[in-house]
């Protein structure tokens, strides 16, 4: 064997055997070099966040509520069962029923004050959703015992044992009368029995209409008389609340003079005559002399900028009562309110209705409070006060 061999095995060997020789395990394992480090990621501008989009409001199905409208009529019967058709615009007998109206809760749906459309898909009648239509469920007519009945037990349910008859005016529909008075028992609130007197208005916007209207009030006159008095005696009601809107404010004063002069004294609590489409002169001379015989307190809503009015005074050639401004109607004996701040909307006649501020009035005043501590600003003119509404129409 050649030296250089030796050499080369004794320089393998001598390490192993120190190794094992000293206890040791395994032979080091020598680490590799360490690479080069990674290149950097270059920097890139994250993407732009969405813009905010407004949130659209999907009514929850079934977000409502009940109500029972009680109400007499002098409309004929159509032939058709149908809940929103069954009365017409002809003249009939004093006919007795309930109504069961649906309502929507929820005010994101429908704020206070609003009446929506009457649900409709073009010219047919589309399923009602309870979240955001006010609609007719059911109209059943009653005998005038049973309807008494219902009537009274509505009564007891309210501490005051209250009831509020609302009178519709031009161009309403049986329907129409029907989910106000149920829109108005709700937004105000009114916790006695809502009633509704619908008379055969043809429910339409027309002049002809508007004069075919103004007769049909006269055939109405004696089963109105007769609906008041059945009302005032038979349900066992402690305060009979009276509104009227537009032109049934005319059937309405016609026929409490009637009341007026056959049996005189206090009979009501409040009237309200709401943009009262009568003419001054008359309700100066005749009306208002009778209603304050009759009633506790009446009040009177005006507005200047009520176009109905100022078109209806175009047609007769009288002023209105519902008018406000310089020509505006004071009494003694009547508190009249300018509600011009209620604005125009609805040609500036439908605020009795849609104004909060009005249902605000118009709530204190069926609870009795005095015209001094409402939201109402007093105004002179001569030695006659009148009431400035504050507030807006929402």
């Known amino acids: ?170 161009a309403n529909t049986y329907e129409d009368a029907v989910r106000r008075g149920a829109q108005l028992a709700y937004d105000l609130p009114f916790d006695g029995a809502m009633l509704i007197y619908s008379w055969p208005s043809r429910g339409e916007l027309s002049p002809v209409a508007y004069f075919r209207d103004d007769k049909a009030v006269n055939g109405s006159q004696a089963p109105l008389k007769e609906f008041l008095e059945l009302v005032l005696a038979e349900t066992g009601a402690e305060r009979v609340h009276v509104l009227a809107h537009s032109m049934g404010t005319l059937l309405l004063s016609r026929t409490l003079k009637e009341m007026a002069d056959q049996y005189p004294g206090t009979r009501f609590d409040q009237v309200v005559l709401a943009a009262p489409d009568i003419d001054t002169t008359a309700f100066r001379r005749t009306f208002a002399p009778a209603l304050q015989k009759v009633a506790q307190r009446v009040t009177v809503y005006a507005s200047r900028y009520d176009k109905a009015l100022d078109m209806a005074q175009t047609a007769s050639s009288y002023p209105r009562v519902g008018q406000a401004g310089s020509a505006m109607i004071l009494l003694s004996g009547l508190d009249t309110i300018d509600a011009s701040s209620a604005g125009p909307a609805e040609f500036g006649h439908g605020y009795f209705s849609g104004s909060n501020a009005v249902l605000n009035d118009l709530r204190d005043l069926l609870l009795e409070r005095p015209a001094s501590a ?5 105004r002179q003119r001569g030695a006659l006060t009148f009431w400035e509404l504050l507030g807006g129409s929402r």
């Open 1 to 170: 064997m050649r030296i250089s061999e030796l050499i080369l095995r004794a320089g393998v060997l001598v390490p192993l055997v120190l190794t094992m020789a000293c206890g040791g395990g395994s032979p080091p394992v020598v680490a590799p070099a360490p690479s080069a480090e990674p290149a950097p990621t270059p920097y890139v501008e994250p993407a732009p966040l969405p813009a905010p989009t407004k949130p659209v409001y999907v009514p929850p199905v079934g977000a409502s509520v009940e109500r029972f409208v009680y109400y007499g009529t002098d409309r004929a019967l159509t032939g058709d069962s149908t809940a929103w058709s069954r009365y017409g615009t002809g003249q009939g007998e004093l006919a007795l029923g309930v109504a069961r109206v649906s309502l929507p809760t929820d005010r994101q749906a429908r704020v206070t004050g609003d009446l929506p459309p009457v649900p409709m898909l073009g010219v047919f009648r589309r399923a009602p959703n309870p979240a955001r239509d006010i609609y007719m469920q059911r109209t059943v007519p009653l005998a005038r015992p049973l309807w008494v009945e219902q009537v009274r037990r509505q009564v007891q349910l309210d501490s005051l044992k209250s009831i509020l008859v609302y009178v519709h005016g031009f």
């Open 374 to 378: 409402r939201r109402l600003q007093p």
